[in-house]
């Protein structure tokens, strides 16, 4: 079935510091890739939705300037988390989408800024 | 903002029992699926249900969606202490690759 990579798995950070999150769908091409965030003990919210060669549409709330998104490729998007503060830690998750496979989930990313 | 809505939000069986969880939405959907996370994992998809279909089955799982309530519920069938985790139910809206909106979750407790 089709994998979607996320890296790294788990990050700590200083506070001010900027982070990179990387999305690369693997043995297939992925039209769209969504970005989540996701509190302790809570659901899964929809941060932005990215196409490829495109800006970025994000949700409401998200701030597009903190959270800057890079969908350079069919198969790899970009979420940098800008001038981190402790109030970014969570859990980001990324999922792509596909004709082939429908929406494919990466394992997550745990931010924790310090 | 979150459309679907599981219930209950937290669920406790005994390993062997059934586990029904359901979910409710609010407009028009293209699937609807269900997910599962292992506590600060990420997502492990379980099963989808087009639109179109009544009921689905994988194994010890069985979805039924009821587009005419905007619900779907979840049946775990013979649950097993591997199955405690939290459990997703997630939509995306009719045509094309829509963003899916996930719901507040159930978390689910099997105790051996």
């Known amino acids: 079935g089709a994998v979607v990579s996320q890296h790294p798995s788990r990050v700590i950070c200083k506070s001010g510091t900027s982070v990179k999150i990387e999305c690369r769908s693997l043995?297939?091409?992925?039209?769209?890739m969504f970005w989540y965030r996701q509190f302790p003990k809570q659901s899964l919210m929809l941060m932005a939705t990215s196409n490829e060669g495109s800006k970025a549409t994000y949700e409401q709330g998200v701030e597009k300037d903190k959270f800057l998104i890079n969908h350079a490729s069919l198969t790899l998007s970009t979420l940098t988390v800008t001038s981190a503060h402790p109030e970014d830690s969570s859990f980001y998750i990324c999922?792509?989408?596909?004709?082939?496979?429908?929406?494919?989930f990466g394992s997550g990313t745990r931010l924790t800024v310090v | 903002s979150q459309q679907g809505e599981e219930d209950p939000q937290a669920l406790s069986i005994q390993e062997g029992e059934n586990a029904t969880m359901n979910c409710s939405y609010k407009t028009s959907i293209n699937n609807l699926q269900w997910y599962r996370q292992n506590s600060g994992r990420g997502l492990v998809h379980l099963i989808l249900?087009?639109?179109?279909?009544r009921e689905k089955h994988s194994g010890r799982l069985r979805v039924t969606l009821d587009t005419s309530k905007k619900s779907s519920s979840l049946l775990i069938t013979a649950s097993r202490a591997a199955d405690t985790a939290s459990y997703f139910c997630?939509?995306?809206?009719?045509?094309?690759?829509?963003?899916?909106?996930f719901g507040i979750g159930t978390k689910l407790q099997v105790i051996p």
């Open positions: 997630a939509t995306d809206s009719s045509g094309g690759y829509q963003k899916v909106t």
């Open positions: 999922s792509a989408a596909s004709n082939s496979y429908g929406y494919t």
């Open positions: 043995d297939f091409q992925a039209t769209t």
């Open positions: 249900i087009r639109s179109n279909e």
